[in-house]
């Protein structure tokens, strides 16, 4: 008996290894071209976008003196120096609509989305003239495209023309009017959307505006209303939570409302993530000697009990079937999705290993004892990495009853005599070989 156990725990080991070693590749395969495939992704569909509000400004020729020395003579000489003057935001109400549209390249899902961006900003024209003012819309990010672009004063449409990263487009402003801008454009984007409050815009008035994390912003009559069409909803470090929330049908209404808000915040929505198959197949693949062990230890006990005789090399082939599920898995989650694909590995490796037992041991112990123990140690404890933030209360659940229903139905026993009479007895290799001996004649 201690030889036999020497032998399975030797195949348990070998088994374990070759685990280590699939599950190595698997995370190899979904990180090595992880960042090619982003790239990828984010060429053909959009990088993250990072929205600033626009920035209105007008050009001022103020005098400036200057002062220089000549044949010792002290010279002052006036000139017209360009200036340029910020208009103050005086107000921003926005609408966004977020729609999630996830891709997947290789062993990952990506969280694409589509945009909606519509916007109405209101610049006050605070000088005692009437001024061109140039207004500037930098886009959140130059790897996206823009579509039904939207660029109005009043209602009334400027030409625009191409700045840096963004549009431009000038219009004459009466003094202490209010010029409303609006903006609206739809696009596409991945993993995230931010819109920040533009940093300091007096400094960068008439460039492109500079939205430095942790910049301090000061805005003022600001809402902005966000709608999605998923549920999971989850909001950066460091970003302002909506003021207001209402879940709907497909996802959710989100308000933000400030009347004066001073804040070094943005605000942010993270696209969920759809489970990715790659991690999921390389966790499950590191975690599958505790299945295997579960399942050696329950079928070593029910063998012993029963009489029945299980060589190490019959240990050898179940180990052999239980790695079925998980290589097989491993290259099937490129091609199907991961639900497909474990019900598919999960069939296969119990066919396997009921098929096998039943010639080995017999038709009624591989279609119960040894299917229910492979069913619960591979199939439900690998589905319990499915269950986000429960698997390892579910694996351990499960293990604690095992241990509880073993425990109660070996209690009885006295080992001792029982490793004896394995011992002793003629090894029993079927079920079907339990019949009554012959009579033996002289």
């Not at 991945?190 to 994390?213: C, I, T, V």
């Not at 009624?364 to 429960?390: D, N, P, W």
Request: some cysteine; proline content about 4%.
């Amino acid at each position: 008996m201690i030889k036999r156990i020497a032998a399975i725990t030797f195949i348990f080991l070998c088994a374990a290894f070759a685990w280590g070693i699939l599950g190595a590749t698997i995370f190899q395969r979904t990180y090595s071209s992880d960042t090619s495939s982003e790239s990828r992704v984010a060429s053909t569909w959009g990088a993250p976008q990072n929205q600033a509000p626009p920035v209105a400004s007008f050009e001022e020729l103020v005098p400036k003196k200057e002062v220089s020395t000549e044949n010792g003579k002290r010279i002052e000489l006036v000139t017209q120096e360009k200036v340029i003057r910020p208009l103050p935001l005086e107000s921003s109400h926005l609408k966004v609509d977020l729609n999630l549209e996830h891709r997947q390249k290789g062993l990952l899902w990506y969280s694409t989305y589509k945009v909606g961006f519509d916007g109405a900003y209101m610049f006050r024209n605070a000088s005692e003239k009437d001024q061109t003012v140039t207004f500037t819309l930098s886009f959140p990010t130059i790897q996206a495209i823009y579509d039904d672009l939207i660029f109005t004063v009043d209602d009334a449409p400027i030409v625009a023309t191409n700045a840096q990263n963004g549009v431009r487009g000038s219009v004459r402003v009466a003094a202490g009017k209010i010029a409303t801008l609006k903006v609206a454009y739809k696009s596409q984007g991945l993993n995230d959307w931010h819109y920040s409050f533009g940093g300091d815009q007096a400094s960068n008035a008439g460039d492109e505006p500079q939205n430095r994390k942790g910049d301090i912003s000061q805005v003022r009559d600001f809402s902005l209303q966000m709608t999605t069409n998923f549920k999971d909803i989850d909001f950066p470090d460091n970003t302002l939570s909506p003021t207001e929330k209402t879940e709907t049908a497909n996802g959710w209404n989100l308000n933000w409302n400030y009347k004066n808000l001073v804040s070094g915040y943005q605000i942010a929505m993270t696209m969920p993530e759809k489970l990715q198959p790659g991690p999921l197949a390389g966790r499950i693949s590191f975690f599958a000697p505790v299945s295997l062990f579960f399942f050696f230890f329950l079928m070593l006990i029910i063998t012993t009990m029963r009489g029945i005789e299980l060589h190490p090399m019959n240990y050898f082939f179940l180990a052999a079937a239980f790695f079925s599920f998980h290589l097989l898995l491993a290259y099937l989650v490129d091609h199907v999705s991961i639900h497909l694909a474990f019900v598919i590995c999960s069939a296969v490796s119990i066919f396997l290993v009921v098929s096998y037992l039943r010639l080995v041991v017999g038709t009624r112990f591989a279609t119960r004892e040894a299917a229910l123990a492979q069913f619960i140690y591979l199939v439900a404890f690998s589905y319990a990495f499915f269950l986000k933030g429960f698997t390892g209360l579910a694996i351990t659940s499960g293990s604690i009853l095992t241990l509880f229903v073993v425990m109660q139905a070996t209690g009885k026993i006295r080992w001792k005599e029982k490793f004896a009479s394995q011992a002793t007895r003629p090894s029993i290799n079927t079920a079907e070989s339990q019949v009554a001996p012959a009579s033996i004649t002289n």
